[in-house]
């Protein structure tokens, strides 16, 4: 069996797409076909369903999918144990962050290329659900997710922030002189939000109903850069959580309020996977990590002030 051929096979799985696949795999589309082909020969069983173009993975595929991920994870982090060795920790870190956590990607990535000058970053938005795969399929080094709601299997975390909401208006909507809400107000304003396959919504959704609300946004999205967009435009508002506050401070048409209810925080922090040897790039974000919790750094940094608001 050869590795790269199995990198074909793991590549179309996640881009589910021939052309595509062969073009991230840097050869032809022949020659993926034919190392396709040949990894069928040797189990002897048919791996991918075609008719022209990707249909999907066959039974034996889907079952033989997470080997095959596991097997080319290991082997990566075998090279970069190899290497750590015999020079500091380098190479390119793959991390994954909810929307919700983006705002501590700064910080985070700061911090770890400070400590590890030889990493690269790289940053990809993804769904609490996305991480949890990504990490065990060995696509992302670390994550930055929700650590209570939906726990990732398998990991070990650093809390490294405590989220709390936030409504945000357009100045001149009728909210200027007002210091908070409360969440049947809000709940009764024409909304744009996360759509119900992120985690943050899922998560209010269940804060709402706790309080016997019910919300029916007219606009959603899988970005808060959407949404924002939304509500400069006019006519809508939103909840996001407080840490976009201060990626917003500045700015005169926002207008943040905080709830006047009691809400119960939610933690967000660092997960890798839980493997023993542990990857030195896993290594490197969990010591960041743990540096940054430490010292306290994360914890609040983006409450915004009375003038931001």
Not at 199 to 227: F, H, K, T
Request: proline share 6%; charged share 20%.
């Amino acid at each position: 069996m050869q590795l790269r051929h199995l990198r074909y096979f793991t590549t179309l799985a996640r881009v589910r797409h021939f052309a595509k696949a062969a073009a991230e795999c840097g050869v032809s589309q022949p020659t993926l076909s034919a190392g396709l082909l040949a990894l069928e020969q040797e189990f002897g069983r048919r791996l991918v369903e075609r008719d022209r173009r990707f249909v999907g993975l066959t039974e034996q595929g889907e079952a033989m999918l997470p080997w095959a991920e596991q097997i080319l994870g290991a082997v990566n982090g075998m090279a970069h144990a190899v290497s750590a060795t015999a020079a500091p920790v380098s190479g390119e870190f793959g991390l994954a962050a909810i929307p919700a956590a983006l705002p501590l990607v700064g910080l985070f990535g700061e911090a770890l290329l400070q400590q590890f000058p030889g990493l690269t970053l790289n940053v990809r938005s993804a769904t609490s659900r996305e991480i949890e795969r990504s990490l065990h399929a060995f696509e992302c080094d670390a994550g930055l997710t929700y650590l209570d709601h939906e726990p990732p299997a398998n990991v070990l975390s650093v809390p490294l922030y405590a989220e709390r909401y936030l409504f945000v208006a357009r100045r001149g909507e009728g909210f200027d002189d007002r210091a908070s809400i409360t969440w049947a107000e809000a709940a009764a304003q024409p909304l744009c939000l996360l759509h119900q396959g992120m985690q943050y919504r899922r998560i209010l959704d269940a804060r709402l109903s706790a309080r016997g609300l019910a919300i029916a946004p007219r606009v959603v999205a899988d970005s808060y850069v959407a949404l924002l967009a939304m509500v400069r435009a006019g006519g809508f508002a939103t909840v996001v959580p407080d840490g976009y506050a201060a990626l917003m401070a500045g700015l005169e048409w926002a207008h943040f309020l905080p709830f006047d209810e009691a809400e119960e925080t939610r933690r967000i922090g660092l997960v890798v996977v839980n493997r023993d040897p542990m990857g030195p790039l896993a290594s490197a974000g969990l010591a960041t990590a743990r540096l940054l919790e430490s010292a306290a750094v994360i914890d609040k940094p983006y409450q915004p002030s009375s003038k931001s608001i």
